[in-house]
């Protein structure tokens, strides 16, 4: 099963790149998938997480063919 | 019920006037239109800003602002509402967002603009880079509360 991951503004920066894709087997959820993906990185305070562009908790499971996206608080209007 | 992000610097009484003829001419029944247009400021956090560049997450963006918008429209008696957002680099006094709202009484009006304002200031995924008068550049952190006394 497969993924894609994508990262947004100043997160983007700091991990340096936009996204990836994450292949895996078995049940994962949003927090698995970052600890996966960034194992030496701690989640930064007050990242927010979306799967396929809804807003969703870290323990929230992900599936074949998901968009996981993280990012830091909005600040539009 | 529209939603539009513009890539380049728009004009909201336009837009308004045009969505307006195109959308409305035929309801009689509007007594109230309630509009906010948020403009660029040239200082934040005690600094001059000379620009920002807006980010936004394509898809996500406008399924959070439809979701704010049906929310509006369960939660007041509306008859219709739009929201108009830009993104790429904006300049000082140029508008960043219009919101308006269209019902049969000024309340409906009043109340629903705000709420859509607030939820879109809290939850549409958009991102403010300012480049300041001294060339630095900086994320903006977290929007300010729009409910408190400032």
Redesign the interface.
Known sequence: MSIKVRYFASLKESIGRSEDELIFTGPLTVYDVWQQINPDKPIPNHVLAAINMDYVNWDSPVSDGDEVAFFPPVTGG | MAITIYNDSFNPYEVLQSYEATHLHSFGSIGAMSLFI?TMRDFNEGDSVKGMT????P??TE??LDKILIEAQNQWALIDSLIV?RVGNIFPKEP??LVAVWSSHRGDAFDACRFI?EA??????????ELLNNQQER?????SDGYQAS
């Open positions: 948020g807006l980010e936004y997450y898809g996500m399924k959070q957002h960043i967002v304002m879109l200031k809290s939850k549409a995924p958009f991102w403010k880079k994320w903006v952190e977290k929007n």
